[in-house]
């Protein structure tokens, strides 16, 4: 399996590239910097917005690990736009890590949660306005992976969680929460799986 990651070295990135390494992928970080990553690293060195349909055409799966901060949110937009672009007609499946202000609050479907964050409004209507862009997509395969809210870059790894589609599930405590280490896992698997083509998956711990 040859995987691609976009920003490869951000924090969730490194989760996902060591999970994959440990199974055995092809691993090649994209639009990074070398000076961030491990030396001997394959690297795509190009800027994710100058990425081109030949740039992507040897994975089998790429995996956007891109990180937007606050007021970042118009650089969302932009960037699903030309992934979605340079992905048509592509037999690689684009996996993006986005946000879970995109879940649903629960299975009624009534609210998101981006509805109970009116501080974030702005960010929010971004960050789903993007989702919306990959969701109207045609031509290939694609999964949003939108993490719960306490989503813990030094929480536990348990090597067990739950998924769930697109509304907020919670574990036996009745937290929404899963650790880097655990989604890690959620998303290599779902790649290994394929039960979420053309449309969102959650996890939390169990």
Same mark, same amino acid.
């Given at each position: 399996?040859?995987?691609?990651?976009? *920003?490869?070295? +951000?924090?969730?990135? #490194?989760?996902?590239?060591?999970?994959?390494?440990?199974?055995?992928?092809?691993?090649?970080?994209?639009?990074?910097? #070398?000076?961030?990553?491990?030396?001997?690293?394959?690297?795509?060195?190009?800027?994710?917005?100058?990425?081109?349909?030949?740039?992507?055409? @040897?994975?089998?799966?790429?995996?956007?690990?891109?990180?937007?901060?606050? $007021? &970042?949110?118009?650089? =969302?937009?932009?960037?699903? *736009?030309?992934? /979605?672009?340079?992905?048509?007609?592509?037999?690689?499946?684009?996996?993006? /890590?986005? +946000?879970?202000?995109?879940?649903? =609050?629960?299975?009624?479907?009534?609210?998101?949660?981006?509805?109970?964050?009116? =501080?974030?409004?702005?960010?929010?209507?971004?960050?789903? #306005?993007?989702?919306?862009?990959?969701?109207? !997509?045609? $031509?290939?395969?694609?999964?949003?992976?939108?993490?719960?809210?306490?989503?813990?870059? @030094? $929480?536990?790894?348990?090597?067990?969680?739950?998924?769930? @589609?697109?509304?907020?599930?919670?574990?036996?405590? $009745?937290?929404?929460?899963? !650790?880097?280490?655990?989604?890690?896992?959620?998303?290599?698997?779902?790649?290994?799986?394929? &039960?979420?083509?053309?449309?969102?998956?959650?996890?939390?711990? #169990?």
């Amino acid at each position: 399996m040859k995987l691609g990651i976009i *920003k490869a070295a +951000s924090s969730f990135g #490194r989760f996902v590239a060591n999970e994959a390494l440990d199974r055995g992928f092809e691993v090649s970080a994209i639009g990074d910097s #070398r000076s961030d990553l491990p030396e001997g690293w394959p690297l795509v060195d190009v800027d994710v917005l100058e990425l081109s349909a030949a740039d992507v055409a @040897s994975f089998d799966v790429v995996v956007d690990c891109s990180e937007f901060r606050a $007021g &970042q949110g118009e650089l =969302a937009v932009s960037q699903m *736009k030309h992934l /979605v672009k340079i992905f048509a007609d592509s037999d690689c499946r684009l996996m993006v /890590v986005g +946000s879970g202000v995109n879940l649903f =609050a629960d299975d009624s479907r009534k609210q998101k949660v981006a509805d109970f964050l009116p =501080a974030m409004k702005e960010q929010s209507n971004l960050l789903g #306005r993007a989702f919306e862009v990959l969701q109207g !997509s045609s $031509g290939f395969d694609w999964t949003y992976v939108a993490p719960p809210f306490h989503f813990e870059i @030094s $929480g536990p790894a348990t090597g067990t969680y739950r998924t769930g @589609s697109d509304f907020v599930i919670v574990d036996q405590k $009745g937290a929404a929460a899963i !650790s880097f280490a655990d989604m890690a896992t959620a998303l290599v698997d779902e790649i290994e799986n394929r &039960q979420f083509l053309n449309s969102m998956f959650t996890a939390t711990y #169990r």
